[in-house]
């Protein structure tokens, strides 16, 4: 394994492309991996293509469209409508140790997944980063790097560092390796995101370029969603605290 190398798991967002140049910070040579699992919106992968070939890092687009076949939920499934408010935007605690999800940051449609916001995905992150390992470990890499974070609460329990954590050590055990999953974000609100993407010099391609919009529209998006909402708090929040005032 290349302890120089990483592979970045990415979807041309505004968190993972702000890992994707952490990465090529930290590593001499970086690699990208997309992946088309059946959501709605493809222009997220168009817009990651755009920024590898910026970023200077080879990028593969993989098709696992069963993770989209496998449950409900507005993102893969067009009969299941969004919900308007998410715990994105809420401010309950995050549930540490794998237990229920407050219900408190906003209206859930419960019928879906229990508690969850029904934009979750069951298993997409379970599945990105397994498939991800495989391929690190063909490249002979070992250090993953995933845009989660459990600060700014989504309510998607693959988004927590346990669950993180655990992954890493079955991931190892299953294929007698030694990944690393590196997850810069994590105890990072969307405010400190933006910095750091600042910080990177990155901060105009995150603001016009990516995509993290839940209905596919790039740069500042539909401003409805909660991902926009959430993206826009964090954003006017960085900018007073850099300007003393939002822009």
């Given at each position: ?32 991996l997309s992946f088309v699992y059946g959501q709605k919106h493809l222009s997220e992968i168009g817009c990651a293509r ?198």
């Amino acid at each position: 394994m290349n302890n120089s190398s990483a592979l970045v798991v990415f979807s041309g967002g505004q968190d993972s492309t702000t890992c994707l140049w952490w990465a090529k910070k930290h590593f001499s040579e970086v690699s990208a991996l997309s992946f088309v699992y059946g959501q709605k919106h493809l222009s997220e992968i168009g817009c990651a293509r755009a920024i590898a070939d910026k970023a200077g890092v080879p990028l593969e687009i993989m098709e696992i469209p069963v993770i989209g076949r496998l449950g409900k939920n507005s993102l893969t499934d067009t009969s299941v409508p969004m919900d308007e408010g998410s715990v994105l935007t809420g401010s309950g605690p995050i549930p540490m140790d794998g237990g229920s999800v407050p219900m408190d940051g906003g209206v859930h449609d419960s019928s879906v997944h229990g508690g969850l916001p029904n934009t979750f995905v069951p298993g997409r992150n379970l599945f990105f980063l397994s498939v991800a390992a495989v391929k690190a470990r063909e490249l002979g890499i070992n250090h993953i790097v995933t845009g989660v974070s459990q600060t700014d609460f989504s309510g998607y329990p693959d988004c927590r560092d346990t669950f993180i954590k655990s992954l890493n050590v079955t991931l190892n055990l299953a294929m007698d390796a030694q990944f690393v999953i590196h997850t810069p974000l994590m105890w990072l609100d969307k405010a400190e995101t933006w910095k750091m993407a600042d910080e990177l010099g990155i901060f105009d391609i995150v603001r016009n370029e990516t995509v993290t919009c839940y209905n596919g529209i790039p740069g500042d998006g539909c401003g409805h969603c909660p991902s926009c909402r959430l993206r826009r708090e964090g954003l006017e929040k960085y900018l007073k605290e850099k300007y003393g005032k939002e822009r």
